[in-house]
C-alpha cells in the first residue's frame, strides 16, 4: 500500500518562503506522477502543480513563476518550493500520486490515487 507523508509546512510572513517534501513509500516512484493539491478554509480542494515521471510540469496559474516542483528519485521525495508567498497561498497542502503507469500529467483531483495527510502553510500579512 502506497504511503504519502508531507512536511515542511508552517507559519511565515508574505513574501517570504516554505518548501514542503512529501516521502513516499509502497509505490515504484519512477513510473507515478507527483501532485500538489491545497484546500483553504470554506473553499474547495484545487490543483497547485504536478510533475511526472519524466520531469514535466505543469502549475496552476495561480503559483505559476512562484512555486517550482521538483523530485527526488533516489529519496522517492517530491518537493514543492514555494516563493513569494502570499496571504492566499494560506491552506492545507496535499501531496498525491496518480494511478502509475507512467500516465500523462492531470490537474484533475480523481485521476490521484493516494494522498498524504496534509501539512498546514498559514502566510501572514
Known amino acids: 500500500q502506497a504511503q504519502l507523508v508531507e512536511s515542511g509546512g508552517g507559519l511565515v510572513q508574505a513574501g517570504g518562503s516554505l518548501r514542503l517534501s512529501c516521502a513516499a513509500s509502497?509505490?515504484?516512484?519512477?513510473?507515478?506522477?507527483m501532485g500538489w493539491f491545497r484546500q483553504a478554509p470554506g473553499k474547495e480542494r484545487e490543483f497547485v502543480g504536478a510533475?511526472?515521471?519524466?520531469?514535466?510540469?505543469t502549475y496552476a496559474d495561480s503559483v505559476k513563476g512562484r512555486f517550482i516542483i521538483f523530485r527526488d528519485a533516489a529519496k522517492m521525495t517530491v518537493y514543492l518550493q514555494m516563493n513569494s508567498l502570499k496571504p492566499e497561498d494560506t491552506a492545507v497542502y496535499y501531496c498525491?500520486?496518480?494511478?502509475?503507469?507512467?500516465?500523462?500529467?492531470?490537474?484533475?483531483?480523481?485521476?490521484?490515487?493516494?494522498w498524504g495527510q496534509g501539512t498546514q502553510v498559514t502566510v501572514s500579512s
Open positions: 498525491a500520486s496518480d494511478k502509475g503507469g507512467r500516465r500523462s500529467l492531470t490537474e484533475s483531483s480523481s485521476e490521484y490515487a493516494f
Open positions: 509502497g509505490l515504484t516512484f519512477s513510473t507515478y506522477a
Open positions: 510533475i511526472n515521471w519524466s520531469g514535466i510540469r
